[in-house]
């Protein structure tokens, strides 16, 4: 379907007009990543591979996961971050947060129910790309005791950035609904029989914890003004047709398969 699709219609839905509708800031961030020629080839790449077929009614989580390991540890952190943590008002933007990075894929896989948080903490513990990360998730986000605010004002940025670590390993975490910034991996503790305290701490490390909570409501105050000189809505024309242009130019040169995805997810993102 989407082949049949002329260049220039592409370019509309790829380039969108947000400042034409209510803001939602995460469709400014994806629309930065997409001027971003880094940006968007990484996360071109994961989405890719998210949406990728594997088993009927699977997808190559893996080959996602890593994909979006990959996004974190190489794209521009202020656009990367951007399209994490960005702060939204409503549930659309919400909804649009929560769907970033495929969870289908990504976060929940085909499992109708999510197993207990053993099963993660366990497969992370003896994986040697998601310890390290965990670990530093655990120290960067503690809860500072002193401190009644959640965390010292100079921990916010490593917690973030230990936070957007996770995203793609075995404790890879997401927003749980479109109605707050709540957030949690995708499990429970409830089958967790003797070592229940055990799924308990580990799962509080993300549902309550004061430090990461207050850490990705300060993202709104840490905006990245490199969006804010990118997203102006007052910016003038030619800057537009500039963007359009070398939009263009690189879409000529790519694959239907590396555009198609981008796409497919434009509703989500
Ligand atoms: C928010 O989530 C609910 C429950 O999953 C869903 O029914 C609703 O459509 C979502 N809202 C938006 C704007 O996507």
Redesign the pocket.
Known sequence: MASCLAPPLLLLLLLGSPSAVAPNRCVDAADACTADARCQRLRTAYVVQCLGPAAPGSCPRARCRRALRRFFARGPPELTHALLFCPCG???C???RRQTFVPSCAFSGPEPAPPSCLAPLDACEHSRVCRPTYLTFQASCAPAPSNLDGCLRDQIPSCLRAYAGLVGTAVTPNYV???SARVAPWCDCGASGNRREECEVFRGLFTRNRCLDRAIQAFDGRWPSVLHDQLDPHQDPEHSLLQVSSADASLEGSSMLSVLPVLVLQPLL
């Open positions: 409503g549930p659309a919400a909804e649009r609904d479109n109605a």
